[in-house]
């Protein structure tokens, strides 16, 4: 049985997406439980690629193909997980901040939050302050996601803290920073509770954070 899980989460870290699909299919086919193969095969499999990922032995691309791999599985699994049958780490919103459109590093993190389990809301790019606001209001998450690439977009960081503050909503979530020109001292400035360097890390303190 578990050797099944081994080669969904091997060929997954090879970003063999149909193969993916069949052994995750073949998997069920054996009376395996849906949630044993997410969180034995899908998500051990996305683990290993974000390690790689960290440590410098994969790059961008390859992070991608996993991530395809990974969707290709849970395209399968879907519709199984029954209702009330929660596999999910926690809801995770995440958009890039007003004036900024660069959206490559966001969709990593996203990717590799949903391979660690993660139920992500994806706001997109050039998000309002009030935009993040109203979504924490309709979904609830329990962590929020900021991206900015600019140093003239960091700013707009600080106004959505300061917004979610303002609309007594700061306390009800946690809120991570991450992209190119931010730091871990510019997200203590600013009041947010983690700061990530890359997509793995911000699987680790979103982990760490719902703890
Ligand atoms: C691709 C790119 C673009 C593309 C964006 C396409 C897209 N769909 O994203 C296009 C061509 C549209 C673009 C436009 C511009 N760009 Co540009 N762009 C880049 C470039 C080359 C790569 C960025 C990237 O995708 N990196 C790869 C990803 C995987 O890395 P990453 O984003 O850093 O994300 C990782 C981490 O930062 C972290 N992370 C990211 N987000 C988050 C969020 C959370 C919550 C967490 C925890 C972690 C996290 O995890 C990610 C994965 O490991 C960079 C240069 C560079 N080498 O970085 C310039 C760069 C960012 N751009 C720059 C500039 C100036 C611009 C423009 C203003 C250019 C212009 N004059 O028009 C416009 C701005 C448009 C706008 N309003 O946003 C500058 C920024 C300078 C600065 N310090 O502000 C850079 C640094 C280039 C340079 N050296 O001058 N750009």
Redesign the pocket.
Known sequence: MADILQKIASELYAGEDESVAELVQKALDQGMEPKEILQGGLIIGMDEVGKDFKAGDLF?PEVLIAARAMHAGMHVLRPLLAEGDSVSAGRYL?GTVK????????N??KMMLEGAGFETIDLGTDVEPQAFVDAVREHKPVLI???A????TMVQMKAAVEALEEAGLRESVKI??????VTDAFAKEIGADAY????AS?VD?ARELVA
């Open positions: 961008v995440i004036g900024d459109l660069h959206d490559i590093g966001k990593l993190v996601g900021m991206s690439l600019l140093t003239t991570m920073i991450g992209g190119a020109p990530a360097p890359d997509a911000a303190k």
